[in-house]
């Protein structure tokens, strides 16, 4: 075989062995492109739904929602209720102490941080009632707090923060930021 022979039948490999490779990377590019659909749907989802978390086999919270997605991936892990939430809270005796609600709330897992946002309202076990449009529950430090709007009503008082507030967990120490409010005060009358 001379020289250009063997360059003319190099060249034709060459060119079919790209051609094969270009067939391969079609199906290859949507076998990519369905792992990649795949990657970005929810690992769980579910409708009317309730969650129970506990610990040490009490339970700590219900949680109630009418939709619910779970995402777990290696750089975002978290649950969202995109159609709202209704958490119970429990005290170690299983008793109710208190209630969370809004219209979209979303947990992110490894911070045990809740977001909860749109008409959101906290009762504690004394009654003492929050409402806001945005509230974070920082579950490892028992904080919650907002840099909205808050207001506090209480045994006829109603407190405002128009800057947010911050507070345990239980709304029993809450800091207000910008505050007003009306407060109920007794009469005395004077005696003659």
């Known amino acids: ?38 990657e970005k749907r929810p690992d769980m989802t579910g409708e009317n739904l309730e969650l129970v978390y506990s610990d040490s086999a009490r339970i700590k919270y219900r949680v109630l929602a009418p939709e619910y997605i ?13 159609k709202g939430i209704h958490v119970l809270s429990y005290d170690p005796a299983g008793k109710m102490i208190g209630s969370i609600k809004a219209k979209y709330a ?4 490894d911070e045990m941080l809740w977001e909860a946002r749109n008409e959101v309202v906290i009762i504690n076990a004394e009654g003492k009632k929050l409402e806001t449009e945005l ?10 707090y907002s840099d909205r709007y808050v207001k506090l009503s209480a045994d006829g008082q109603i407190i ?15 800091v207000f930021e910008n505050i007003s409010g009306s407060i109920e005060v007794e009469k005395q009358q004077r005696k003659q």
């Open 1 to 38: 075989m001379s020289v250009s022979s063997r360059i003319l039948y190099m060249k034709s490999i060459i060119v079919l062995l790209g051609a094969i490779m270009l067939l391969a990377c079609k199906n290859d590019i949507k076998e990519v492109n369905a792992l990649a659909e795949r």
């Open 70 to 82: 779970k995402v777990n991936r290696e750089k975002e892990k978290y649950e969202e209720f995109p």
């Open 160 to 174: 405002e923060g128009n800057n947010g507030f911050h507070s345990d967990q239980n709304l029993n120490h809450p």
């Open 135 to 144: 509230l974070y529950w920082d579950m490892k430090k028992e904080l919650i």
């Open 106 to 109: 979303k947990k992110l897992e």
